[in-house]
């Protein structure tokens, strides 16, 4: 099983819709966890942090559910400029280092 | 804002050449990084350091060296630049924590003919 897992779509969604892409993650003690946005041939941005109590920041909310070990990004009222690869990050924190591993990205397509 | 500043965004070399790619941030973050990108297969982890003289190895380091002689910058080289090694390279930054996520370069997109 693969450490970061994501669906890589491409999701087509039409503009005002709401979209959710999820990111499973295999070891349980990872401790930290973020979204990403890349657009295309740019390089990866960070979106926004995931907390285990969920987090929103405008149109997005992010959460966190560590019992099924997946995070979740929920996009409402699609955009155009939404249109990108959005990525996930786990941090796992072992003997003084962190192990950062990054989904392969969702790409999501909003259509007119 | 934290800038990581790449030195170059597209780079053509040819094979057997060494190479090196430079990455410079302006925030005083004590972690770096260097990430190949490839469709298909995401971001892998070359090299990072978590202090100035300090190296460690990721998950794809063959072929490739870094050098972090000022806590501003890590330099990525490549010894014996192979066809393979066609890329884009992200090298991002962080606290010490992570726990404010990483901020990338732009990326140096390299061809290797």
């Known amino acids: 099983r693969k450490e970061v897992e994501q669906d890589p779509g491409p999701f087509n969604v039409p503009e005002g819709a709401t979209v959710a892409f999820n990111c499973t993650y295999s070891?349980?003690?990872?401790?930290?966890f973020f979204w990403y946005r890349q657009d295309c041939r740019k390089e990866p941005k960070l979106l926004m942090s995931?907390?285990?109590s969920g987090n929103e920041d405008g149109r997005f909310t992010a959460q966190l559910n560590r019992a099924s070990q997946y995070i979740s990004l929920l996009i409402r009222d699609s955009k155009l400029s939404d249109s990108a690869t959005y990525l996930c990050?786990?941090?796992?924190?072992?003997?003084?280092?962190?192990?950062?591993?990054f989904g392969t990205g969702t790409k999501l397509q909003v259509i007119p | 804002d934290v800038k990581v500043t790449q030195s170059s965004r597209y780079l053509v070399k040819r094979t057997g050449e060494k190479v090196f790619l430079e990455c410079v941030q302006d925030?005083?973050?004590?972690?770096m990084f260097w990430y190949r990108q490839d469709p298909g297969l995401g971001l892998r982890l070359i090299y990072f350091?978590?202090?100035?003289?300090?190296?460690e190895k990721g998950d794809i380091p063959e072929g490739y060296s870094v050098s972090r002689e000022k806590k501003e910058r890590f330099s990525l080289i490549l010894e014996s630049a192979s066809t393979n090694q066609t890329s884009m390279y992200l090298c991002?930054?962080?606290?010490?924590?992570?726990?404010?996520?990483?901020?990338f370069g732009s990326g140096t997109r390299l061809t290797v003919v």
């Open positions: 350091s978590y202090d100035v003289k300090m190296k």
């Open positions: 925030m005083d973050h004590e972690n």
């Open positions: 995931v907390y285990s």
């Open positions: 070891n349980s003690a990872s401790q930290s």
């Open positions: 990050v786990v941090i796992l924190y072992s003997g003084g280092y962190q192990k950062v591993t």
């Open positions: 991002a930054s962080s606290s010490p924590a992570g726990d404010y996520g990483y901020t």
